[in-house]
């Protein structure tokens, strides 16, 4: 039996681009479905602990229609694993950080988010941050991408 709600926490670096946006991408997804959840984001690093998103980041989200401008960067910490149900990274770096943190008796499932999407398993969503806004336009659609594979795997 498992009557426990799914939670969602995704993982980037800084906790200003990709992560809030696939929260954000969850968040539309799971609503437009329906389907209660719990999701949150959170960065590796700590550089940007209590700041809104960047606003290229908030920009290419209102485009799709979902406001990000409330969340407010954190850090991932190890009780997360106990928090939340599935804990899933943007890239390698942030899966490999989250390992070394991971509590060594278990707790949250532990992703890649285009693990989720069909035919990009163990693909990183490249961090936009010093690109333009097209790359954060790539960043909106794969972190939708995976937002959609994640509802699918958890209403199955
Ligand atoms: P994110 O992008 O990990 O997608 O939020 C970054 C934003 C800021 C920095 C690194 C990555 N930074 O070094 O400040």
Known sequence: MSAEKPAILFVCLGNICRSPLAEGAMRHVAARAGVALRVDSAGTGDWHVGEPPDRRAQAVAARHGVDISDLRGRQVTALDFRYFT???????????????????????????????????????????????????????????????????????
């Open 86 to 156: 599935h804990v899933v990274a943007l890239d390698r770096r942030n899966l490999a950080d989250l390992e070394a943190i991971r509590p060594k008796d278990g707790g949250a499932r532990l992703s890649l988010l285009l693990d989720h999407v069909p035919g990009r398993e163990g693909q990183a969503v490249a961090d936009p941050y010093y690109g333009d806004t097209a790359g954060f336009e790539v960043t909106w659609a794969e972190v939708m991408a995976g937002a959609e594979g994640l509802l699918r795997l958890i209403r199955a």
